[in-house]
């Protein structure tokens, strides 16, 4: 397997065809993978506090993130997506790290897909509230003390 690098930006650095390869993934995940049509572009990745941030090999983004912060001041971590070829691989893992040390000092929170609480509970975060269906999806609220 090629290294993978881990890289961050926010949108207005973001070179065209990164933001386009970035993009692409979430939609070949979200969209295509697990047939969900829904407004993938949601406005808040142009936020100025929202950071991209993906992991490459071999020069093609492999994993993806963002991290934002939400109007109440809390860090929210979002559109986690890992190309099916690198899922069990550890990538997402170092991607979530890094999110993390972005947000430290802040409680975080994110809607994970409801089979993924135990991967995100790995990473210090509980569920908070009932299980909701986000696109015909099952999510929980999961939060992480600051």
């Known amino acids: 397997m090629t290294t993978t690098v881990v890289r961050e930006a926010a949108l207005a650095d973001l070179p065209p065809a990164t933001l386009y390869a970035l993009l692409r993934l979430r939609v070949d995940v979200f969209v295509v993978e697990q047939?969900?049509?829904y407004p993938e572009l949601d406005g808040r990745d142009t936020?100025?506090?929202c950071v991209h941030v993906?992991?490459?090999s071999g020069g093609v983004p492999v994993a993806t993130l963002r991290v934002l912060r939400d109007p109440d001041g809390r860090g929210r971590i979002?559109?986690?997506a890992t190309?099916?070829?690198?899922?069990?691989a550890g990538v997402a893992a170092v991607l979530m790290g890094r999110a993390l040390e972005l947000l430290a000092g802040s409680e975080v929170v994110l809607d994970a897909q409801a089979h993924l609480t135990g991967w995100y509970a790995r990473f210090g975060f509980t569920p908070r509230g009932e299980e909701f269906s986000e696109d015909g999806i099952p999510h929980r609220?999961?939060?992480r003390p600051a």
């Open 54 to 56: 993906w992991a490459e």
């Open 35 to 37: 047939e969900c049509a």
């Open 141 to 143: 609220t999961m939060v």
């Open 78 to 80: 979002g559109r986690v």
């Open 83 to 88: 190309a099916r070829e690198f899922r069990g």
């Open 47 to 49: 936020e100025p506090s």
